[in-house]
């Protein structure tokens, strides 16, 4: 099965900040990847299909760029609702796999 | 609108199995695959599965091969997740999601199951 790594597994951010995650695999998977958003107590959602492709109605400021094995997920200006776990997961062969996931919180 | 609805908490002992559903509304059901996830208390996400309504062709993790069945019924719009032989590190909060080739659009809201002698 195909490995995912993601970094940092958590980062302390303020408010208007730009945040990037990195997401890399342990084999090529073209572009199928999709970045999801967790809250607590919350099932995750969508954000990016296709390694950057901008769900919709999700906002502008998250931008998914990446192709092969390293993938970047970008937060241009964090919000307070931005606070929470991202995950990346490859669809590019099954199983398909998460992230371990990153765990943004409040500076 | 699209709404998928997950059944209620379960306690399991270990050794037994559980059952859980997920019925979808608001969209043709069998264009669309299920795919199923979960995750055990403080911990990531872990894909299980993944089955389409119209063929009933399934894809499970490997760590879950012959533990798990997952079916779906397309005249309730159903779809269900079996795991058997559950284990403690089986406890976790499960999601369905829909899916396609764009990824998991619209989930449920998870169904724990708690597996304690």
């Known amino acids: 099965a195909i490995q995912m790594t993601q970094s940092p597994s958590s980062l302390s951010a303020s408010v208007g900040d730009r945040v990037t995650i990195t997401c890399r695999a342990s084999q090529g998977i073209r572009n199928d990847l999709g970045w999801y958003q967790q809250k607590p107590g919350k099932a995750p959602k969508l954000l990016i299909y296709a390694a950057s492709t901008l769900q919709s109605g999700v906002p502008s400021r998250f931008r998914g760029s990446g192709s092969g094995t390293d993938f970047t997920l970008t937060i241009s200006s964090l919000q307070p609702e931005d606070f929470a776990t991202y995950y990346c997961?490859?669809?590019?062969?099954?199983?398909?796999?998460f992230g371990p996931g990153t765990k943004v919180d409040i500076k | 609108q699209v709404h998928l609805v997950q059944s209620g908490a379960e306690v399991k002992k270990p050794g037994a199995s559980v059952k859980v559903s997920c019925k979808a509304s608001?969209?043709?059901?069998?264009?669309?695959?299920i795919s199923w996830v979960r995750q055990a208390p403080g911990q990531g996400l872990e894909w299980m599965g993944w089955?389409?309504?119209?063929?009933?062709?399934?894809n499970y993790a490997q760590n879950l091969q012959g533990r798990v069945t997952m079916t779906t019924d397309t005249s309730t719009n159903t779809a269900y997740m079996e795991l058997g032989s559950l284990r403690s590190d089986d406890t976790a909060v499960y999601y369905c999601?829909?899916?396609?080739?764009?990824?998991?659009?619209?989930w449920g809201q998870g169904t724990l199951v708690t597996v304690s002698s």
């Open positions: 089955v389409a309504p119209y063929n009933a062709n399934t």
């Open positions: 608001g969209y043709t059901f069998p264009s669309f695959g």
């Open positions: 997961l490859q669809d590019y062969n099954y199983p398909f796999t």
């Open positions: 999601a829909r899916w396609d080739s764009s990824g998991s659009d619209y």
